[in-house]
Structures are given as structure tokens and as C-alpha cells.
T-cell receptor, first 118, second 115 residues
Framework: AQTVTQSQPEMSVQEAETVTLSCTYDTSENNYYLFWYKQPPSRQMILVIRQEAYKQQNATENRFSVNFQKAAKSFSLKISDSQLGDTAMYFCAFMKLPIIQGAQKLVFGQGTRLTINP | GAVVSQHPSRVICKSGTSVKIECRSLDFQATTMFWYRQFPKQSLMLMATSNEGSKATYEQGVEKDKFLINHASLTLSTLTVTSAHPEDSSFYIC???????????FGSGTRLTVV
């Protein structure tokens, strides 16, 4: 079974600073996706970024980027120029492939509560 | 983008009554939907997987007779909490699988309070 571990329950940084959230996972699968989801106070889950395991290039989305280390099974999220709106709970998640109906479970980490201070 | 509409957003019910939560996929067909439960300051716990036209698959430890899931169409899945008790109070979230490996799209959640 797959497991996802986020070892930082809470983090806090000043606005405009850069922050990195860590995530490690354990799997025997070779093909999978990794995701970072954001859950703001509204509790709506929002996809931040995704990474396909077969791609060596790290995914980036504007101020968000990942450091994907497949051999180390590490998937950290870097937020640059942090903004007050980035304050949220962040979840790392794993989904194995291939996609078969009913088999695409998302396995979540415990979450990291990130606070951006003005 | 693909949207899942979840209703109600909040519900308060008395102990012993049943509550139905609906999730509808808008502008796309969701053959598979997932139901999660989230306690305060905790992660999402998968309760069950619902597939259109077939019985739901429940995770270990989830009472299938208490949490009834129906996925009668490609756009609607429902979760009914039967004979609710205060310990069933929680935040429930549904999600649908997107094609192309985009992961999930999530409903906005339902806060259930049983008094």
C-alpha cells in the first residue's frame, strides 16, 4: 500500500518570502502521479500542481514549483514570493497508474498548515 | 473547468434522523466518485468509491449500512447518513476523477452537525 508523509504540521513565513513544504512517499509502483492540493479556510480543495512520475523535469506553475526526487521518493513544494492568499492547508497526494475504473484512489498526506504573515 | 456541485453546504440534524448529501458533476460525466470525511485539522479520509450503476466499494472500517452511497447516473452520486449520531458530525467531501491524469475535482464539502 502507498503511504504519503508530510512531516511539517505547521509552517509560518512572512509575505514575499519563499517557503518549501516537504513530502515523502512510499510505493512499489513505477508509474504514478503526485499532486499538491491547497485547502484554504473555505475548505474547497484546489489543485496546485501535479507531477507525472515518468517525467524527470520538475513541474512549475507560476510561483509554485516542485522538487521531485523519484529515487528518494521525495516531492517538495516551493512557493516563491508568498502571498497572504497562500495561507491554507496543503496536502501532498499520490495516485497510481494505470487509470482503471474504480482504482484511482488518491492517497493523502497528513497536511501542512501554512500561514503567510503580513 | 470540470466542476462538482455539492449540496447542502451545511446541515444540522437531530440524532436518529437521516441526511442526504448530493454531488453532481457539471459539464462532464463522472463514472467514479469518491467520498471523503475530514475531521478538524486533519487529512481527508476516504470512505468509499462509488461507480455509476454498481455497488459502492467501502474502505475498511466504514459502516456501509450507515453511510449509504448511490450513484444512479453519470452525473449524480449521493451519500446518505442514516440514523445519524453526534459522532457522525464531520465535514464530508465528494470528488470525481478527471480524465487525462488531472486527478480529482472536488465538491465544496458539507458540514454535518448532529445534535
Amino acid at each position: 500500500a502507498q503511504t504519503v508523509t508530510q512531516s511539517q504540521p505547521e509552517m509560518s513565513v512572512q509575505e514575499a518570502e519563499t517557503v518549501t513544504l516537504s513530502c515523502t512517499y512510499d510505493t512499489s509502483e513505477n508509474n504514478y502521479y503526485l499532486f499538491w492540493y491547497k485547502q484554504p479556510p473555505s475548505r474547497q480543495m484546489i489543485l496546485v500542481i501535479r507531477q507525472e512520475a515518468y517525467k524527470q523535469q520538475n513541474a512549475t506553475e507560476n510561483r509554485f514549483s516542485v522538487n521531485f526526487q523519484k529515487a528518494a521518493k521525495s516531492f517538495s513544494l516551493k512557493i516563491s514570493d508568498s502571498q497572504l492568499g497562500d495561507t491554507a492547508m496543503y496536502f501532498c497526494a499520490f495516485m497510481k497508474l494505470p487509470i482503471i475504473q474504480g482504482a484511482q484512489k488518491l492517497v493523502f498526506g497528513q497536511g501542512t498548515r501554512l500561514t503567510i504573515n503580513p | 473547468g470540470a466542476v462538482v456541485s455539492q449540496h447542502p453546504s451545511r446541515v444540522i440534524c437531530k440524532s436518529g434522523t437521516s441526511v442526504k448529501i448530493e454531488c453532481r458533476s457539471l459539464d462532464f460525466q463522472a463514472t467514479t466518485m469518491f467520498w471523503y470525511r475530514q475531521f478538524p485539522k486533519q487529512s481527508l479520509m476516504l470512505m468509499a468509491t462509488s461507480n455509476e450503476g454498481s455497488k459502492a466499494t467501502y474502505e475498511q472500517g466504514v459502516e456501509k449500512d450507515k453511510f449509504l452511497i448511490n450513484h444512479a447516473s453519470l452525473t449524480l452520486s449521493t451519500l446518505t447518513v442514516t440514523s445519524a449520531h453526534p459522532e457522525d458530525s464531520s465535514f464530508y467531501i465528494c470528488s470525481a476523477v478527471l480524465t487525462g491524469g488531472d486527478g480529482y475535482t472536488f465538491g465544496s464539502g458539507t458540514r454535518l452537525t448532529v445534535v
